[in-house]
């Protein structure tokens, strides 16, 4: 879990140094200061000499399609910045600055989907974890199972309810309902776990793999 919430922060750090650099040269020759644009060329001509070198290390593990789309454009950066520098047109700025963000919002992509496919693993291992415990008779992982499923559902709540969440309104609120919704049914299956409520536990399991599915779907998309 830690692996991946770097390798995640690492990405959407990433992200934002392109948009970063990108706003820079764009706000640099909108102002027509040419030591301001100089300096903004430089630092993103050096963010791509550093993204080429990485990429020819060979502990890099990109897909080589990948790595071979992101030399193109590596070059072609060096070539025109080295060539022009502050002598660019209007569509040369444009082109650097569209190439960053285009870099950035793949990258944030790659980070929703990345979350996507984790937490739809995690609906759908705990789905399997309460039927098994069900299945087994096995109350005490059963009790485990709803733990962590209940714990997994208020984290899921953490994020709709968070200002820096993008979801669009109905999606958050949906998930909020459901979040809700389990932490009710598991306080109610535990309260009588020598008496289970099978319909309560079924709805619960459904409700991972109905939600596991979407985001896997939509990730596919």
């Not at 200061?33 to 060329?41: F, K, R, V």
């Not at 059963?142 to 714990?151: H, S, T, W």
């Not at 319909?199 to 939509?218: F, H, R």
Request: hydrophobic share 40%; glycine share 2%.
């Amino acid at each position: 879990m830690k692996k991946t919430v770097n390798e995640v922060k690492h990405a959407e750090n990433e992200a934002e140094i392109f948009l970063k650099y990108a706003l820079a040269i764009s706000n640099a020759f909108n102002g027509g200061d040419e030591m301001a644009i100089l300096t903004a060329l430089d630092n993103n001509l050096k963010l791509w000499v550093e993204i080429e070198t990485s990429l020819k290390d060979v502990k890099n593990l990109l897909p080589e399609d990948i790595k071979e789309n992101l030399l193109k454009l590596s070059k072609f950066v060096e070539r025109l910045t080295l060539s022009k520098g502050i002598h660019m047109s209007a569509p040369d700025y444009n082109c650097l600055i569209n190439i960053n963000m285009q870099i950035s919002e793949g990258l944030l992509e790659a980070v929703r989907n990345h979350l996507a496919k984790a937490e739809a693993f995690s609906l759908l291992k705990c789905a399997i974890d309460i039927s098994t415990a069900r299945d087994n008779d096995d109350k005490n992982s059963l009790v485990e199972a709803l733990d962590k499923n209940m714990k997994l559902w208020v984290y899921i709540k953490t994020l709709a309810n968070s200002e820096d969440s993008k979801m669009p309104k109905e999606t958050k609120n949906n998930l909020i309902k459901l979040a809700d919704y389990v932490s009710a049914k598991t306080l109610e299956v535990g309260k009588n776990i020598e008496n289970l409520n099978q319909k309560a536990i079924d709805s619960m399991i459904m409700t991972n793999l109905q939600i596991s599915e979407g985001l896997m779907s939509k990730k596919s998309a």
